[in-house]
């Protein structure tokens, strides 16, 4: 993890204690958590630094995309001229028992309400990462830019 990430993840880890919580949660949970809160904030607010989203992606995925390419991916995709910019807002964290993986959902800026996005938070029994952005990946977002 980056020096970058780990600030990040400590700012979110000093407002839950500052805020308290109701019951004590799980440590896989707290971490699950950590982990959607930073993939949301690093896409929000540190995405001119789109390394950090890419050391949050899953070693399977890393394999497909060098970090250089998904760089060079994740801005050319938001160089596209959308009506509201990328911006979650987490809603919630579920665990899933049989893998050990977790799933974020998150309200997505759109010009209309209701526009969710849900991705996968594979467990690799040290810590959770984020299956996001498959379409830079594979480079199908490209198409787009043909019209």
Excluded: W
């Excluded at 000093?14 to 950590?34: K, Q, T």
């Excluded at 594979?138 to 043909?146: N, P, Q, T, V």
Aim: proline share 4%; glycine share 6%; charged share 20%.
């Amino acid at each position: 993890m980056s020096a970058s990430l780990k600030k990040v993840l400590l700012m979110f880890l000093v407002v839950v204690l500052l805020a308290g919580v109701g019951s004590v949660p799980s440590s896989r949970a707290v971490d699950a958590y950590a982990t959607a809160y930073l993939f949301a904030h690093c896409v929000n607010y540190r995405y001119r630094d789109s390394g950090l989203i890419y050391d949050l992606l899953p070693a399977h995925e890393q394999s497909r995309i060098g970090r250089d390419d998904f760089i060079a991916a994740f801005e050319k995709e938001r160089s596209y001229p959308y009506l509201t910019p990328l911006f979650f807002n987490l809603e919630s964290v579920t665990l899933t028992a049989a893998d050990g993986s977790a799933e974020a959902r998150y309200s997505q800026a759109a010009r209309l309400p209701g526009m969710y996005t849900t991705v996968i938070m594979p467990y690799d029994g040290k810590r959770f990462s984020v299956s996001a952005f498959g379409y830079l990946i594979d480079g199908s977002y490209l198409k787009k830019f043909e019209r």
